[in-house]
């Protein structure tokens, strides 16, 4: 426990469950025709061919199901990890908390984003395809691997992106708090973390691209080479259509 902390300082589980819960299935379902288009612009086939502005609720099963557990694990690990290594408001490590706050955050809440993510983004890019159809096509094609692919590209992309989002949203609160004399409430801290959101996403952009391309590739097949060797050839990638 941290100096000076008590049992009754100790974060509500539940209340971070049930809110962070709550918030991200709100915010995944309310913008998700913003994130389809993000999807088809970012794909390798382009926006038009991706499925332009037809289908844009196309994965939302995906979303809906994952969204829940997903924002619970992020923002219990998050709010658990800055209980534990909570110091002085007035200590300039304060930011360095809520960094490794949120990192941690984001690796544990990507072991249940990412296979939810290949689904919905496969599923975004291909409007004819039912989201249950392209899930059990990566099962049957890829293995449960297949819906892993691109954690790592995920967990390189989401951990910049909450270093940057969390302690500016943090510091923002915390500033406009002082200059009121009092808490925020609860549309200003919506407006500081918008504000942090949406720089942190401009900043990771490149790594958001580089994400969403190896989550929409598959493996076609390992096999044999034509000069008829034995030998395994390498494996093929193909671009989910």
Request: a positive charge; charged letters at 15%; hydrophobic letters at 45%.
């Amino acid at each position: 426990m941290a100096p000076g902390a008590s049992p009754a300082d100790q974060p509500g589980f539940g209340v971070s469950l049930l809110a962070g819960g709550v918030a991200g299935v709100s915010v995944d379902l309310i913008l998700f025709p913003l994130d389809t288009m993000k999807t088809r612009l970012q794909s390798p086939q382009g926006f038009k061919k991706a499925g332009g502005f037809r289908g844009i609720y196309a994965g939302v099963p995906s979303a809906a199901v994952g969204s829940f557990p997903n924002a619970a694990a992020f923002f219990i690990t998050y709010e658990y990890v800055k209980f534990l290594l909570r110091m002085e408001s007035s200590s300039y490590l304060v930011p360095v908390t809520h960094m490794l706050a949120a990192s941690a955050g984001e690796v544990v809440a990507c072991f249940i984003r990412v296979p939810s993510e290949v689904v919905k983004q496969r599923a975004q890019v291909s409007a004819a395809s039912g989201t249950f159809h392209i899930f059990s096509n990566i099962l049957y094609q890829e293995g449960i691997q297949g819906l892993y692919r691109g954690y790592k590209s995920t967990v390189l992309r989401e951990i910049p992106f909450s270093l940057v989002q969390f302690p500016l949203w943090e510091s923002l609160k915390a500033l406009w708090s002082r200059k009121q004399d009092h808490v925020v409430d609860s549309w200003q801290s919506a407006a500081c973390g918008a504000f942090a959101g949406g720089f942190a996403a401009v900043v990771t952009t490149p790594l958001d691209v580089a994400k969403t391309r190896i989550m929409l590739a598959k493996i076609i097949c390992r096999c044999f080479p034509s000069n008829g060797s034995s030998q395994l050839g390498r494996f093929h990638l193909s671009w989910c259509l």
